[in-house]
């Protein structure tokens, strides 16, 4: 049963206790009255369970694939992360060699000076 079905019940029910002869809204409800509530009741926590579980399912599926972009973007930042590492190594190697290089220069400068 929809919840749409189910409140319709609830205001079924609700319109014939209010359409009671003047004589029967004072008096207590009927067994039937009741049995008639409680399923109009049972008939929308029914609903309303259904509708949550199928609600927890998509917060869940949600969750999965946030987790699962988390893993990959994670994944990419590390491999860049590795990449800027070998870089920068490669850079101040390359900066080594360039120092030594004109230390060197600088040596044979003074020596041949000398």
């Known amino acids: ?16 206790m209010a359409d009671q002869p ?9 067994v039937q ?8 009741i049972d008939a929308n926590f029914i609903v309303i369970r259904s509708e949550m579980a199928t609600g ?4 869940e599926s949600e ?5 699962s972009e988390a893993k990959t973007e994670s994944a990419l930042l590390r491999s860049e992360m590795a990449k800027l590492r070998t870089a920068a190594a490669y850079s101040l190697a390359v900066l080594l060699l360039a120092i030594i290089a004109i230390g060197i ?3 044979g400068l003074i020596i041949n000076q000398s």
Not at 6 to 15: H, R
Not at 33 to 40: K, Q, Y
């Open 1 to 16: 049963m929809s919840q749409q079905a189910a409140l319709l019940d609830i205001n079924q029910i609700g319109n014939l």
């Open 22 to 30: 003047e004589k029967t809204k004072d008096s207590p409800a009927t």
């Open 33 to 40: 009255d009741l049995r008639n509530m409680g399923v109009a």
């Open 56 to 59: 927890f399912a998509k917060v």
């Open 63 to 67: 969750f999965k694939s946030v987790r």
């Open 105 to 107: 220069s600088l040596g």
